[in-house]
T-cell receptor
Framework: AQSVTQPDIHITVSEGASLELRCNYSYGATPYLFWYVQSPGQGLQLLLKYFSGDTLVQGIKGFEAEFKRSQSSFNLRKPSVHWSDAAEYFCAVGAGAQKLVFGQGTRLTINP | DTAVSQTPKYLVTQMGNDKSIKCEQNLGHDTMYWYKQDSKKFLKIMFSYNNKELIINETVPNRFSPKSPDKAHLNLHINSLELGDSAVYFC????????????FGSGTRLTVV
């Protein structure tokens, strides 16, 4: 069965520091991969997605992610975080028709 | 204009009651979903509808009954509410299989007391 693992439940970084959030997936076929962000009390917003082609994808808000098939990973990165990036981040894999399977989420805290 | 709107935003009710959550999207998408987010923030799909037709029913108790009167609306009715139903329920929509990404509503926080 398809699954997504986000090994880090909570990460704290200082404002201006770089960020990497980890995501590993399990899926038999070529995966469709996504990163979403959820601010407190809000719905989920799509940051970026990967289907095929260039394995480094750019998203909104200065985020990027790299697909590594050999490691079954799709890690999210940002070179310099801002206090407004504090939120919950979810990695997801497209698991067949009309179904996204989400990871457990990583809560990002930013220290001033 | 809100793309995917859910009402109500908050719902507090007693065990045993019946309640409904409404969802509407104005994006012209043909597929809509209900997801449940538990207290640990874990998101799990409940249902998906494509052009008013049920596509996925992810082993949800039959106390939960989705209804899609047209492809812009997907409502969720819950009978005989239980304490374990307390969660945040998200509606979402997409075009086709959703590989362009889903658009989520802002959620309905249901508290059963």
């Amino acid at each position: 069965a398809q699954s997504v693992t986000q090994p880090d439940i909570h990460i704290t970084v200082s404002e201006g520091a770089s960020l990497e959030l980890r995501c590993n997936y399990s899926y038999g076929a070529t995966p469709y991969l996504f990163w979403y962000v959820q601010s407190p009390g809000q719905g989920l917003q799509l940051l970026l997605k990967y289907f095929s082609g260039d394995t480094l994808v750019q998203g909104i808000k200065g985020f990027e992610a790299e697909f590594k098939r050999s490691q079954s990973s799709f890690n999210l990165r940002k070179p310099s975080v801002h206090w407004s990036d504090a939120a919950e981040y979810f990695c997801a894999v497209g698991a067949g028709a009309q179904k996204l399977v989400f990871g457990q989420g990583t809560r990002l805290t930013i220290n001033p | 204009d809100t793309a995917v709107s859910q009402t109500p935003k908050y719902l507090v009710t007693q065990m045993g009651n019946d309640k409904s959550i409404k969802c509407e999207q104005n994006l012209g998408h043909d597929t809509m979903y209900w997801y449940k987010q538990d207290s640990k923030k874990f998101l799990k799909i409940m249902f998906s509808y494509n052009n008013k037709e049920l596509i996925i029913n992810e082993t949800v108790p039959n106390r939960f009954s989705p209804k899609s009167p047209d492809k812009a609306h997907l409502n969720l009715h819950i009978n005989s509410l239980e304490l374990g139903d307390s969660a945040v329920y998200f509606c979402a929509s997409s075009q086709g299989q959703g590989w362009g990404g889903y658009t989520f509503g802002s959620g309905t926080r249901l508290t059963v007391v």
